[in-house]
């Protein structure tokens, strides 16, 4: 069970890399303060970006704008990153790489800083592997970095520098703040943005926030009908005369789905369950000089409880629609099913139960409105019998539709 997990995951990382990253209506302002209107490619990345890729039109050639050439550039409602040339400390809180000092250690460097929220002051972030450093605009309109620090004390113990508390404190507060505003506020996002809130507020100055919360769901319940269309075949590599091809048959089935969104990559990732109930029932009447009677019937009357675990990615078209892909591996619980062979007459000529085994399902579908999808679905099955000298192939296409429920 572990190797398949692990399939899935290695296989859908290597297909995350065929991902579509779509251009969205954005702006970007030169170093002549020109704004231009452009499509900018959403990286959609955690880590401050040192470039941007933008296009002049739908069709148009990709171009790169860097701190070099460009002052400013943004995805209305998604994003905002402003070029500053600012002294950063980039002391690592890593214990084997922690400073003694318990001072910042500042280097000057130009960055692209992204906007979390603009008010009285500006609140700015900057990410780059495991750093985060807040910064923040003063009176005069430079940007300075709210320190923070950890550091290693002469007997190795960890310290920390919280002079980030003072620099609010004496720069940006208002009359009716106490010190305890101050003196309890941690170096994380929402708590700054709170406090950077509650100065604009106090202020008077409306506050423009860069960092919206995404209104998603994380759960969906969807009801999902299916028809299958699967192929059966059973080989005795001991005799012909037990080998039967039963060929195509058309069923329906259905399930249930939960689905997870996972809470990154913009909603593009997900984590689906589905109990599925499924049926395949023939027989067929073959000729053999053999058996008594002159020929055999063999009838199979399988139905199972199938639970996919799926792994999936959305690759959106536009707000309403858009596609995606799954790989799942699928628990089969069958019931107590077996294939019989019976001669003319009815007797039992052989019966072979048939077992439940782990299998894999990839599909493909699209989705509209977050309420209705389609999806094709192919499902590799794993022999339904351990008997020795037997062995079988089977297979499931999947027709499935889906509404749904919330």
């Not at 319940?221 to 005369?241: A, C, G, H, V, Y």
Request: charged share 25%.
């Amino acid at each position: 069970m572990l190797k398949k997990l692990l399939f899935l995951v290695t296989l859908f990382f290597s297909m995350s890399s065929f991902s579509q990253i779509i251009f969205e209506q954005g702006y970007y302002i030169d170093n002549s303060n020109q704004r231009v209107q452009c499509l900018i490619k959403n990286m959609d990345s955690r880590k401050n970006p040192t470039d941007f890729e933008y296009r002049l039109t739908e069709e148009g050639e990709s171009k790169k704008g860097t701190v070099k050439t460009a002052l400013e550039f943004g995805i209305s409602g998604v994003f905002k990153y402003v070029k500053a040339k600012v002294n950063i400390d980039k002391s690592k809180n890593d214990l084997t790489k922690m400073s003694k000092n318990n001072d910042p250690q500042f280097i000057q460097e130009e960055l692209f800083l992204k906007v979390i929220v603009e008010g009285k002051s500006t609140l700015f972030q900057y990410v780059d592997e495991n750093i985060i450093r807040y910064f923040y605009s003063k009176k005069n309109g430079t940007v300075e970095q709210l320190i923070f620090k950890k550091y290693l004390t002469a007997d190795n113990q960890i310290a920390t520098n919280n002079a980030f508390r003072e620099q609010l404190w004496n720069d940006l507060k208002c009359s009716n703040f106490t010190i305890d505003k101050v003196e309890n506020i941690k170096y994380n996002k929402k708590d700054l943005v709170r406090y950077f809130s509650e100065y604009s507020a106090c202020n008077d100055v409306a506050l423009i926030d860069f960092a919206p919360k995404q209104k998603r769901d994380f759960l969906n319940i969807t009801f999902r009908p299916r028809i299958n269309s699967s192929s059966l075949s059973i080989e005795n590599s001991m005799t012909n005369n037990r080998s039967v091809d039963f060929g195509n048959k058309v069923g329906f089935g259905f399930g249930l789905e939960a689905e997870f969104i996972l809470p990154f990559n913009k909603n593009k990732w997900s984590i689906a369950v589905e109990p599925t109930y499924q049926n395949f029932k023939s027989e067929k009447t073959t000729a053999s000089v053999d058996v008594v009677g002159g020929q055999f019937t063999t009838k199979i009357d399988y139905t199972s409880i199938d639970l996919p675990i799926s792994l999936r990615h959305y690759f959106f078209l536009n707000s309403n629609s858009k596609l995606f892909l799954n790989a799942s591996i699928v628990l089969d619980f069958s019931s107590k099913s077996t294939i019989d062979f019976t001669r003319a007459d009815d007797s039992l000529l052989d019966s072979l139960e048939i077992e439940a085994h782990d299998n894999y399902a990839f599909g493909f579908g699209y989705k509209l409105y977050d309420k209705y999808s389609v999806e094709f679905r192919y499902q590799t099955r794993e022999p339904l019998s351990t008997y020795a000298f037997w062995g079988s192939s089977y297979g499931t296409s999947s027709l499935i539709v889906g509404y749904s429920i919330f």
